[in-house]
């Protein structure tokens, strides 16, 4: 059964960090090129980062510089390190594999407010 389980979000001040985690099982995961996805209140869902499962990144323009990805294949888990975090940066964060396929986790709410 896939399962992706996302944690890691909370209440951080603006200028603050936070790690996301995502625990993926059920799939070849190692084999998967992996991607973490944002919704804020009222928007679409959109693409924030991406990894390779040779271990490639990228990141969109609206986060470059202060997010990053990363992945451990030994524990099928992706990672998201998010610094200088800035109010618009407020969502529901989960992952997926790039050009989703699976069933969507519930997400970590990631909320930046002084």
């Known amino acids: 059964q896939v399962q992706l389980v996302e944690s890691g979000g909370g209440l951080v001040q603006p200028g603050g960090s936070l790690r996301l985690s995502c625990a993926a099982s059920?799939?070849?995961?190692?084999?998967?090129?992996m991607a973490w996805y944002r919704q804020a209140p009222g928007k679409q869902r959109e693409l924030v980062a991406s990894?390779?499962?040779?271990?490639?990144?990228n990141l969109e323009d609206s986060v470059k510089g202060r997010y990053t990805i990363a992945r451990d294949n030994t524990k099928n888990t992706v990672y998201l390190l998010m610094n200088s975090l800035k109010p618009e940066d407020t969502a529901i964060y989960s992952c997926?594999?790039?050009?989703?396929?699976?069933?969507w986790g519930a997400g970590t709410q990631v909320t930046v407010s002084s």
């Open positions: 990894i390779t499962y040779r271990g490639n990144s």
């Open positions: 997926n594999t790039l050009n989703p396929t699976l069933p």
């Open positions: 059920g799939f070849r995961f190692a084999f998967a090129d």
